[in-house]
């Protein structure tokens, strides 16, 4: 079983700007939440019952049930830290789906359960979140950003209307007219659980904006690894080509045969002509770019394991101890100690 990720959320720097935009000053949000006052300017990370408090925070300061919402739709996309604003630049609303998923999966104590099925008889899919360690209900207003984030990706991504089937909500109450002005779907309240309810067809709606490089360069770490491709043989073109993909997930030999512009048969016979493998290639491509992100201190080492396209922290430990003989934190350790290669934010 995957060990549970570490007790440890960051506050998205965007938050601090959202809340001063509806007149809280960070300082007065964190002292009714009892934490350090410096902490919109340290980005120091907290524990999920820290976070909650915050959330309770903002809502008692705001004195509006609905403002989880109000600060996440108002917000620029740009605000989102890079990893999760990739999602918006997804191939399709289920690939936007699985970023942030992922992500959360891997990089904070919060997990996105999505799952496709059937509700009332038609295609749906499910989103429900999970504290791994809460010890209370999670606030309203942090189901709500979250919902909020999800719709804000399904139609900024999209372009589109997209509205749910449903979305249920375990808070008591009777209704919420702010809620289902927003959502423009049925809002049941005192749901068994919060779930937000999609219509399995919208998933397969495309993303006018998708674009590879964009995601690439989204992480200064990728994008120095972005080189010109022109003199170089087919298997380092790939390898560069992979360090594109990796952000979004273990690449597919046929997509990457289509972005290159060749079937996939024919890629695979050059690079078996060049005397690698698929397999081989991929490996090298995690690695020079696993170097190149744990250069970076600021970037966790679960962010690193996202970045990469494991699908679970585990995974890439065991990677890169094939590859290198020690775990990736002694790695940086031993490089990264006195060395000029290595930044520190």
Not at 200 to 223: K, S, V
Not at 238 to 263: F, H, I, N, T
Request: proline letters at 6%; aromatic letters at 6%.
């Amino acid at each position: 079983m995957r060990p549970a990720p570490a007790d440890r959320c960051k506050v998205p720097y965007g938050l601090w700007n959202a809340v001063k935009a509806i007149g809280i000053p960070a300082t007065a949000l964190l002292r009714q939440a009892r934490l350090p006052v410096a902490l919109h300017q340290t980005g120091q990370a907290i524990t999920t019952a820290q976070y909650f408090a915050l959330m309770r925070a903002l809502e008692t300061l705001s004195g509006d049930p609905a403002v989880g919402l109000k600060i996440v739709s108002s917000a620029d996309t740009a605000v989102h830290p890079p990893s999760t604003v990739a999602a918006f630049y997804a191939r399709d609303l289920r690939d936007g789906l699985e970023r942030l998923a992922r992500f959360k999966r891997l990089c904070t104590p919060e997990t996105l359960e999505v799952t496709e099925g059937l509700d009332g008889g038609r295609r749906s899919c499910t989103v429900a979140m999970t504290w791994l360690h809460a010890r209370e209900a999670e606030p309203p207003v942090s189901v709500d950003a979250t919902f909020a984030t999800l719709m804000e990706l399904a139609r900024r991504g999209t372009g589109t209307d997209v509205r749910p089937l449903r979305v249920d909500l375990a808070r008591p109450g009777l209704r919420s007219a702010a809620h289902e002005s927003y959502f423009a779907a049925p809002v049941r309240l005192g749901a068994p659980r919060n779930l937000l309810v999609l219509d399995a067809a919208d998933l397969d709606r495309p993303f006018p904006g998708h674009n590879p490089e964009l995601l690439a360069m989204l992480t200064p770490a990728l994008g120095t690894a972005l080189e010109d491709m022109q003199t170089r043989s087919l298997s380092e073109q790939v390898v560069l080509e992979l360090k594109r993909s990796l952000p979004s997930g273990r690449p597919e030999v046929s997509e990457l045969a289509r972005r290159m512009g060749l079937s996939e048969r024919t890629l695979q016979r050059r690079i078996t002509e060049e005397g690698h493998s698929f397999r081989e290639l991929l490996v090298e491509a995690r690695r020079e770019l696993g170097h190149r992100l744990l250069s970076d201190e600021a970037v966790a080492l679960d962010e690193i394991a996202f970045l990469l396209g494991y699908q679970d922290a585990t995974s890439f430990h065991r990677a890169f101890r094939e590859w290198e003989g020690v775990t990736p934190g002694r790695w940086r350790e031993l490089r990264c100690h006195d060395d000029a290669t290595c930044t520190a934010h």
